[in-house]
């Protein structure tokens, strides 16, 4: 199996699926998260959430970002797009 290495200077000192937060109220921690509304109410609106974790190079500090379920964010998209 071939080793990933990053995409902006090749190196291979990658951390894998970081964990991004926030420090809420309490310095309580959150995930970050996309939210697509998939519902087109005025109150009590659902949404598809979708975490995301970041891929960091240890050499240059490139980041890059992904989501843990694109497929069902697509398709809150295209939900949305349809209200």
């Given amino acids: 199996m071939e080793d990933k290495v990053c995409k902006k200077c090749g190196s ?3 951390i894998e699926r970081a964990q991004i937060v926030d420090y809420g109220h309490m310095n309580q921690m959150n995930d970050l998260s996309i939210h697509i ?8 609106n659902k949404y598809e959430k979708g975490k995301l974790t970041a891929e ?3 050499s240059c500090g490139n980041v890059e970002l992904s989501i843990n379920n694109p497929h069902e964010l697509w398709e809150a998209y295209l939900k949305n797009k349809s209200l």
């Fill in 12 to 14: 291979n000192k990658l």
């Fill in 37 to 44: 509304k998939t519902t087109d109410k005025i109150f009590f």
């Fill in 56 to 58: 960091i190079c240890g």
